[in-house]
Structures are given as C-alpha cells and as structure tokens.
C-alpha cells in the first residue's frame, strides 16, 4: 500500500510503500472493516497534522493523517456490511489516534460507517467531506433550536473555506438570509454570492478587536470556525434567543467573554463535534446532505490533487488561501 506517513512526533511527512500489516493496526473493540480507499479529502486539521509533525493534532507515531475516507468494504468482521459496499467515514479518530485516509488501504470501526447515500457518487462524497459533515451539523443545530429564515440574518464565518461554503450552500438553500464573512471580500465576493450569500462582511470587523460584552443585535444565529476574538464578537452581537454554532478554532482556542450574551439575551452556544458523533447523527446529516446540497455548486467549489501534493497542501490550507473543498485521490 502506498500512504503519507508521519513517522513521530516534530518529523516531516513522507509518502511512500509500506506493508500492510505495518500500519494497518487494529482500531479497538468491536471488530473492523477493511477498505479499498477511493478517495480522501483535505480539511484545516489535515493542513495541521503535516505540517510540523502533528502540531498537537496527531495523538500517536506512526500514524498515516487523513480524517475522511471514501472506499469500497474488502472485508468486515460486523455483519452491518459486506464486502463491495461503498462507504463514508469522517473522523472517529482517523488520522489522529488512529491511521486515515490518506493511503490506498484502511482499516475502520464499523460503527463510524455511513453507507454512501445513493445520490452521490464516492467523489461528490469525498468532496463533502468532514467540513461539509460539520457545515451540516451545524445547520441541523441551528433548526433543531428553532432558528427559521424569518428569524433573521444567520451569519458564517470563514466563508470561502471548506466548512463555510458548505455552510452557505445549505443556509441559502433552506431560505435564510446568510451574511458571509471572509478575510478576501473582493477576490472571493463573486464566488459567496454565487453560493447564495446576500451580504459579505470583511472578517476584520470581528477578528481584530473585542467590541463589548453586549453589541447590537445582528445575528439570529452563527455558524463559526474561527473562535478567539471573533467567536466573542459574535456572541455579543447575536440577538436574543439566537444560536451559534462553533466548530473550528482558526483565530485560536480561547473565548475572551463574559456570561453577559448567555444570561441578558438567551443566547446559546453549540458545538458541532464531527468526530464523535453517534451513527444516528452520521446518518441524518449524510441524508440531509445528499438531499439538500447544491451538487453543480459543490463540483464547482472542488478541486482535486494526489496523494504527493497532500504535503505542500499543508502550507496553502493553513495560511487561509485555498477556497471550497480538495479532493485527494489517493490512487493518483
């Protein structure tokens, strides 16, 4: 098999032939399934996890990164699927505790599985990937909360990226007026409009400085991936009863808030935990994508790179200049 490897802790990534039963440990309890790997695809955390060894991302050496896969069942030890079935699997530790997809073979927990929805081809689904899964989370939240498209503005951060097209996608789909911020309004405002956003805010107008604990209400609810600064500007801003969705931490791991948003306004913080959702979410958000996404518009925001390029992607993805979501075509 051929697979990125990160060797340990601080040590760059390499690709290269390994053997099977050199990395293909098992993944704990409860049997395993065995995988042909069609298709991976690239997300900030991959972005993390090579560049620099890990860099707090990766739990275990050697380890192959890769935090979705897309690939055919060769065999299973549960009896919920067969050999020839093509599956989905974002997170449930691969590519951080666990080997990812980030190779041509991969051995899985069936309980992360999601058999892939017939509307979609394996492409399409590795496209989506862990940051349309959670784009999607995070829209199921803020519906399950009761956030309608008459409730007002609902906003997203980090909107040219995986996660936030995705997000916008789907928000605009389903009838809400979606304000999408980004730190390249003009070179990316075609494209957010395109995916249905009525409005671009410059991400410096939160990123930069903490406003007060409480601000003018804008926000009937949020979908963020940068936490810090802008996450406590959101909260502040978010109207009465709004909910906000966190699911990255691209400006950094603190919150700089106070319980002011929480105990004067009602408002509620989510977050969207893609790795360690149970199967029933797994399959309602893969549902609900496969129904609801844009495809044209998806297969516009992707692009497709080989295995060799996943180690320069690194560089590129963290540094905030790549737009929608990259396919990784493991066998290329």
């Not at 899985?108 to 959670?134: Q, Y």
């Not at 004067?264 to 199967?279: C, D, K, Y």
């Not at 129904?291 to 180690?311: H, N, R, W």
């Given at each position: 098999?051929?697979?990125?490897?990160?060797?340990?802790?601080?040590?760059?990534?390499?690709?290269?032939?390994?053997?099977?039963?050199?990395l293909l440990t098992g993944v704990g309890q409860g049997g395993t399934v065995e995988l042909d790997v069609l298709y991976s695809s690239y997300n900030y955390k991959d972005?993390?996890?090579?560049n620099g060894g890990g860099r707090g991302i990766l739990q275990s050496f050697p380890i192959i990164p890769g935090i979705d896969i897309v690939g055919t069942v060769t065999a299973s030890e549960d009896s919920k699927w067969s050999a020839g079935d093509t599956v989905v699997l974002n997170g449930d530790g691969a590519g951080e505790s666990l080997n990812g997809g980030f190779a041509t073979r991969a051995r899985v927990r069936p309980d992360a599985l999601v058999k892939l929805p017939e509307a979609l081809s394996p492409e399409r689904a590795a496209a989506i990937g862990t940051a349309g899964f959670?784009?999607?989370?995070?829209?199921l939240h803020l519906a399950d909360a009761g956030v309608t498209p008459e409730s007002g503005d609902v906003l997203v951060t980090g909107a040219a990226g995986g996660v936030g097209s995705v997000a916008v996608s789907l928000l605009a789909g389903r009838g809400y007026r979606v304000v999408a911020s980004t730190g390249r309004v003009e070179e990316e405002g075609d494209y957010l409009r395109g995916l249905g956003a009525a409005e671009l805010l410059d991400r410096h107008e939160l990123s930069d400085e903490l406003g007060k604990p409480l601000q003018s209400e804008r926000w009937a609810g949020a979908i963020d991936v940068a936490g810090g600064t802008t996450?406590?500007?959101?909260l502040a801003q978010t109207q009465?009863?709004?909910?906000?969705?966190a699911c990255g931490l691209a400006q950094g791991m603190d919150l700089p808030t106070t319980v002011t948003p929480f105990i004067?306004?009602?408002v509620t913080l989510t977050g969207a935990n893609s790795v360690q959702a149970p199967r029933s979410l797994r399959e309602r958000a893969w549902a609900a994508l496969a129904e609801e996404l844009d495809l044209e518009q998806l297969d516009a925001m992707t692009s497709t790179i080989g295995l060799a390029e996943t180690i320069p992607y690194a560089e590129q993805i963290l540094a905030g200049r790549t737009r929608g979501r990259t396919i990784v075509d493991v066998n290329a």
């Amino acid at each position: 098999m051929r697979a990125v490897i990160v060797e340990a802790k601080g040590s760059e990534a390499q690709v290269r032939e390994v053997a099977e039963d050199e990395l293909l440990t098992g993944v704990g309890q409860g049997g395993t399934v065995e995988l042909d790997v069609l298709y991976s695809s690239y997300n900030y955390k991959d972005g993390m996890a090579i560049n620099g060894g890990g860099r707090g991302i990766l739990q275990s050496f050697p380890i192959i990164p890769g935090i979705d896969i897309v690939g055919t069942v060769t065999a299973s030890e549960d009896s919920k699927w067969s050999a020839g079935d093509t599956v989905v699997l974002n997170g449930d530790g691969a590519g951080e505790s666990l080997n990812g997809g980030f190779a041509t073979r991969a051995r899985v927990r069936p309980d992360a599985l999601v058999k892939l929805p017939e509307a979609l081809s394996p492409e399409r689904a590795a496209a989506i990937g862990t940051a349309g899964f959670t784009a999607m989370i995070s829209v199921l939240h803020l519906a399950d909360a009761g956030v309608t498209p008459e409730s007002g503005d609902v906003l997203v951060t980090g909107a040219a990226g995986g996660v936030g097209s995705v997000a916008v996608s789907l928000l605009a789909g389903r009838g809400y007026r979606v304000v999408a911020s980004t730190g390249r309004v003009e070179e990316e405002g075609d494209y957010l409009r395109g995916l249905g956003a009525a409005e671009l805010l410059d991400r410096h107008e939160l990123s930069d400085e903490l406003g007060k604990p409480l601000q003018s209400e804008r926000w009937a609810g949020a979908i963020d991936v940068a936490g810090g600064t802008t996450l406590a500007n959101i909260l502040a801003q978010t109207q009465y009863g709004g909910i906000v969705s966190a699911c990255g931490l691209a400006q950094g791991m603190d919150l700089p808030t106070t319980v002011t948003p929480f105990i004067l306004r009602g408002v509620t913080l989510t977050g969207a935990n893609s790795v360690q959702a149970p199967r029933s979410l797994r399959e309602r958000a893969w549902a609900a994508l496969a129904e609801e996404l844009d495809l044209e518009q998806l297969d516009a925001m992707t692009s497709t790179i080989g295995l060799a390029e996943t180690i320069p992607y690194a560089e590129q993805i963290l540094a905030g200049r790549t737009r929608g979501r990259t396919i990784v075509d493991v066998n290329a």
